[in-house]
């Protein structure tokens, strides 16, 4: 008889790992941040005790979501600017309105809404890319989430770095100081093909190989990226990254848009990972990524919810309907992407592109004990056929009722326990009032 | 000095007419069920006086949504088969499902679920196509909700019918018994042009003029529809139906996913309405219906979840957000549909398609007091720049609070007022469990 932290008891499990596989009445014994057992409800108390016991009988306990492409710190644009062709919405809104605001204590107020958002969504690991990384990485810190921050580097300068060199530099420093951080990882992040030059491609591939830490880009979100390319380097953004080398298991590519056959083909002989941002897509307007095809070519897929000012919520849940729904459509084939392939995207497979697949993404013993529980006994979650099929098509990120990472709950019946979320509102309204242009 | 039932103060209130309107700080006086006037709050107590007044100070009001196409009954089969090619889920697992089990008590069953649904989630109206739509009248007379019932016809015998007479029948039996009924309306729902025969068409036609009612049916949901069509009838379906005569603003078209330019014009020419219904139409990988296209003609659109079988929730704040991302990138303009103009067709424009934009749609003088209460005080919905960008792309129906038809509460702090959740929730998983497969 073993005596552990925590037993939490749940009237269904879905792991994710092994696939499309759903645990009746039982139990996920968690000591010291780590899963060490999944056992029957009526075997676990022959082999553990346990400090604390939870019951979940009207719930599915699942891995935390991982939102795999943010822009934390901009929850604080949140709806300022919509509806808007992407690059007036770009260049005349959201640069402007950056130029003018970003600063660490921008990042630190945002990233504090993005994370509460997150947290309350049932997502449990984020991968993000903004300036001033760490002031996100504080509050990533404080609040007990897991994250992934980017190194950003872009060819202009901002309040947080003048030059390449200064964005690389500050980025080795954020690395630095969180290596042995553990929730917080780093990974470069150059912002897109047409913001970063060849020379800083170059290093940064250079120093990710030495660092051995992952790349996270936008690429080929836009038709126009693609011919502004074809115009300054006589090929697709996609073609001119393989020729510096970039296409490899380290990359995640956001959005993807515009894909050739032959580049699908390079993203799985490469092992390239595809980061879909759906809703941030179709909001914007910028095509539609080839997912059903991505997935039969065994390229790995993530999700992620893009900044709030493209979506406008840090809804993962939403955002695996979305792609489930999606790739359907586009591959005119209603048996693509089913709901399980879905949530696959949403945790295991994100886990992948970041290279924590050894420590999260499924509830496995010896991973660590990041998950959610997602409360079934509501009218929108009835009758419950199939409980894979209400994860994904029926339920939404209001049902998710607790939240852990590495064991530790940071959400209790819908509390959070790490953060204080009055006086994040009003932090973030003093802000809203400082932002809000004068004639609204 | 009057004295009226009811008075609400909103922080915020965006009535949906007059178009692209925020009202802060206003008061809405509710009086025998209608809208008696709207001011601002400091100027009410002036001329009002009220045996109820509710302060929503953190809040936005808006009119009830419209669900302007559902199965509710389904909700009884929601997730019972995903992920299936449209036919195959039809034909091996929908109707097979459909004929051993639809009966009266089916369908009050699943029309408790589905009510009690569409309530919790703002939806005031909806506009219903299923067999025993008597046992759907009964639940809607009991819980307060609004809709318009199909009287519908198929040339299959079911267990409400037999033959299209029978059906011819039994729909104008319901129309009679509640032709006076304060929140029930009924129309013709002749089910698809595929499943309905010309004879039976023009007769519904004729009785639609004589009764004066409105008529719902799918139509060009799917290519193999059209082309079916093209070999029974030579022609595609809606140029059957406009042969017949049956085009005109009395027929509302769910669907049509499939739209030549001349049948858009066909469309804006007569009057007809379109229905989409976005998250089914992916699901189900139907095809894009042309929204922007359609608006952009001057085509009434509203919106409609479908059943629950095919979405698989009765979740209209997901459609309406859906409605405006999806119309964007089909069109590849990111400023097609922007967020009022898709709060309209939730509200004032499906209000027309019924045949109702005189009674609801849209907060006025005059019109009911159908009203939905939105709580923006909690993370999601922070920062505030745009209280209609929120509505549409940040909150989500987990934020309604409090829900009003006809000035009378179905919902306050999210408790329903005039439906049992518990004793639905046991019903519905004693049907769950009669109905679910066997091996699963």
Redesign the interface.
Known sequence: MKTVDLIIHARWLVPVLPKNTVLEFHSIVVHQGQILALLPQDKVKDSYTASTEQYYNDHCLMPGLINNHTHAAM??L???S?????MT?LNDNIWPAEEKWVSDSFVEAGSE?AI??MI?GGTTCFNDMYFFPDATARVVDKSGIRANLGMIVIDFPSAWAASPEEYMHKGQLLHDHYRHHARITTSYAPHAPYTVADNTLNAIMTNAEELDVTIHMHIHETSGEISQSIENYGMRPLARLKQIGLLSPRLSAVHMTQLTDEEITWCSDTGVNVIHCP?S?????T??TPISALNNSGVNISIGTDG?AS???L?MF?EIK?T???A??V?????????HTALEMATINAAKALGLDNMIGSLEVGKMADMIAINF????T?????TI??LV??T???KVTDVWVAGIQLMKERQLTTMN?TK??KD??H??NK???KN?
Not at 82 to 86: Q, Y
Not at 377 to 380: K, L, Q, V
């Open positions: 929850s604080l949140r709806g300022l919509d509806d808007l062709p992407l919405w809404l509460a958002e309350r809703g897509n179709l909001k914007l307007a095509g539609f709030a979506n406008n919520a809804d939403s979305q489930a729904l999606l359907k459509a591959a005119q084939d209603a048996s693509s992407v089913p709901a006994d509501e009218i929108e009835q009758p419950c056929y199939d099929s209400q098509y029926a939404g990120r209001d979320t994040i509102i973030v309204q802000w809203g932002i809000r242009p609204s």
